[in-house]
Structures are given as structure tokens and as C-alpha cells.
């Protein structure tokens, strides 16, 4: 339990929690088979597909995809694994602080 925390702490806790995760990013890594723009492509003609990685989310409200270069997936997968992270944080930071809060508020003089 974190009875004795007072929202100052729990502030300072969330900000030093988050400074440790770095990059950080948001939304999912997807391997995808499409054709390419190559017009003809041996193996678009035998019906084989290119294997791509993209980076798919959402920003400001629309959806998007990115390409991502094979040899930067591990990156970005790891910068989604702590953006995952800090939502967590968020989470336990707003049950944390509002305890926090309402301990203070018990303990203020009331008048």
C-alpha cells in the first residue's frame, strides 16, 4: 500500500519512473506480405509477396502506418514494449495520487 505518500511524492516517483524509459513509442509493429511497385517482379508474378515491417497507430485521431527498416525492428520494438510502460505508469500513477489525496485531505483540519 502507499498510505504514507503524500502527491508530491507520488509526482516525483511518476517523473523518475518515466525519465528511465527511453525511446518510447506508441502503437503496434506488424510484419505484412504485400506485392511491390516493381513492375515485373519475378516474385510478385509466381504470387509471392514482399515481407515488410510497418509501424501502425493513430495521431490525432486518424489512423497510420510507417514503414519499418528490418534492421531498426528491434528499436521500435522496444520503444513500443515502453510505451506500453508508461501507460502502466499512468495507471498506477492515478490510483497512487488520488490516495495521496485523499490522505491529505483526512489529515487537513477541517473548519
Known amino acids: 500500500t502507499y498510505m504514507a505518500e503524500t502527491p508530491e511524492h507520488v509526482i516525483r516517483w511518476f517523473h523518475a519512473e518515466v525519465q528511465k524509459l527511453s525511446p518510447i513509442a506508441a502503437g503496434s509493429l506488424c510484419l505484412r506480405?504485400?506485392?511491390c511497385?516493381?513492375?515485373n517482379c519475378?516474385?510478385?508474378a509466381r504470387g509471392e509477396r514482399h515481407s515488410s515491417f510497418a509501424l501502425y497507430g493513430r495521431r490525432a485521431?486518424?489512423?497510420f502506418?510507417?514503414?519499418v527498416p528490418e534492421e531498426l525492428v528491434p528499436e521500435v520494438r522496444e520503444a513500443i514494449a515502453n510505451g506500453r510502460r508508461v501507460q502502466e505508469l499512468v495507471s498506477e500513477a492515478?490510483?497512487?495520487?488520488?490516495?495521496a489525496l485523499k490522505a491529505k485531505r483526512r489529515k487537513e483540519p477541517r473548519g
Do not use: L, W
Open 61 to 63: 485521431g486518424k489512423r
Open 42 to 44: 519475378p516474385a510478385c
Open 94 to 99: 492515478g490510483v497512487r495520487y488520488t490516495q
Open 65 to 67: 502506418s510507417i514503414y
Open 37 to 39: 511497385i516493381r513492375k
Open 33 to 35: 506480405k504485400s506485392p
